[in-house]
């Protein structure tokens, strides 16, 4: 072999060096995004399939909103519970009812007005009685209502 034919030798295996290696980062990088993508896929598919935990299963559940004496008659207060805001409203007859704290109309989370006695909706101007009937404004319905329970003075909200 020459000289030429040895230096035409070497940069062709360079050359195909340099192909594989390229070939080869592709490949390499191909698998891991498909293993990753893979494993993703396993893991939507697991929690899919999986019963939710006690925590997370909101059937049936019952969250505790503080003692019935904390809550002075003719005064509300308002619980967050994961993404739905509750109102849990003692009026002045001392009878405590739950209602959803967000309006029927735009979805705007609601306010509770002491002196009035009314919840309102910052947004458009609704309000409703303690009982979340609508009284004016734009809302289409009622607010939805919570089953509430009274144990041992300690209030209790079904969510």
Same mark, same amino acid.
Do not use: Y
């Given at each position: ?68 004496? $904390? ?5 509300? /207060?308002?619980?967050? &519970? ?5 109102? +849990? *409203? !003692? ?8 209602? $959803? ?5 735009? /979805?705007?989370?609601? &306010? ?5 006695? +009314? *919840? !309102? ?39």
């Amino acid at each position: 072999m020459n000289d030429k034919e040895q230096i035409k030798s070497v940069e062709s295996d360079r050359a195909a060096d340099e192909v594989f290696s390229r070939r080869g980062m592709l490949r390499w990088m191909a698998g891991v995004f498909l293993s990753l993508w893979a494993f993703g896929a396993f893991w939507v598919a697991a929690g899919f399939l999986m019963a939710p935990g006690a925590e997370e299963h909101a059937m049936g559940q019952m969250i505790s909103v503080g003692e019935v004496a $904390s809550l002075s008659p003719g005064d509300a /207060r308002l619980i967050h &519970h994961r993404s739905q805001p509750i109102l +849990v *409203i !003692r009026d002045l007859s001392g009878e405590v009812a739950a209602l $959803s704290a967000i309006c029927t109309h735009m /979805r705007c989370v609601l &306010h509770w007005d002491s002196q009035a006695q +009314v *919840i !309102r909706c910052p947004c458009h101007g609704g309000t409703f009685d303690v009982d979340g009937n609508v009284l004016s404004g734009p809302p289409p319905r009622p607010l939805a209502r919570f089953v509430l329970e009274v144990r041992l003075g300690e209030i209790f909200v079904h969510v």
